[in-house]
């Protein structure tokens, strides 16, 4: 069974650094043509795509957030990190991890997701 | 680089048609993804490259694109079809991913 499960603190104070783990199951982050992304979600609120990294290791991020975050891959443990820095009450949401579809013909939909971990930012 | 507009909300009868729109400039250019979110869930892809329903996916989804506008339509809309759609898009000149804000569909 293919699964992507996302872990990470439920609750981060401003200007902490979080860090978010990807963890890939029946797949390996390894394999040629697989491409990772972690999405946020604020509460009620739009999808907002943040970051990704291939399995060849290069990286992409959003422009708006690109001084703040970053993406890595732990090949042994099959694992995806993401990594937000100076967090403010704004990046408060649910933040997911995806699978961009490798299929010829698809062109890169989303179709594995994690469940997603909420993430409050508080004092 | 797009801006993908979507309505807020719309509201069908039950067993009616429903349309939701994704809006941007030239958009009839790229391929466009449709996700379905309930609430508490993930996003599920419900079209892929603006017309293609994956297996599991009832026949009543359907997709299409022309000019300025990717429209998702739901044929004949069922109580369980009510949840947010947003719509995707991946911009190959930068490489990112971009949503729309997404649509609250009421089925009434």
């Known amino acids: ?123 | 680089s797009y801006k993908l507009t979507q309505p807020l909300s719309v509201s069908v009868a039950l067993g009616q048609t429903a349309t939701i729109t994704c809006g941007a400039d030239n958009i009839g250019n790229e391929d466009v993804h449709w996700y379905q979110q309930k609430p508490g869930q993930a996003p599920v892809v419900v079209i892929y490259r603006n017309t293609n329903r994956p297996s599991g996916i009832p026949e009543r989804f359907s997709g299409s694109i022309s000019g300025n506008t990717a429209t998702l339509t739901i044929g004949g809309a069922q109580g369980s079809d009510e949840s947010v759609y947003f719509c995707q898009l991946w911009d190959r000149s930068s490489k990112h991913i971009l949503f729309g804000g997404g649509t609250t569909l009421t089925v009434l």
Request: glycine share 6%; hydrophobic share 35%.
């Open chain 1, 1 to 123: 069974q293919v699964t992507f499960k996302e872990s990470g603190p439920a609750l981060v104070k401003p200007t902490q650094t979080l860090t978010l783990t990807c963890t890939l199951s029946g797949l390996s982050v390894s394999t040629s043509g697989m491409r990772v992304t972690w999405i946020r979600q604020p509460p009620g609120k739009a999808l907002e795509w943040l970051a990704r990294i291939d399995w060849d290791d290069e990286e992409f991020y959003t422009t708006s957030l690109r001084t703040r975050l970053a993406i890595s891959k732990d090949t042994s443990r099959n694992q995806v990190v993401l990594t937000m820095t100076n967090m403010d009450p704004m990046d408060t949401g649910t933040y997911y991890c995806a699978r961009m579809n490798p299929q010829p013909g698809r062109l890169f939909d989303l179709d594995i997701w994690g469940q997603g971990t909420m993430v409050s930012v508080s004092s």
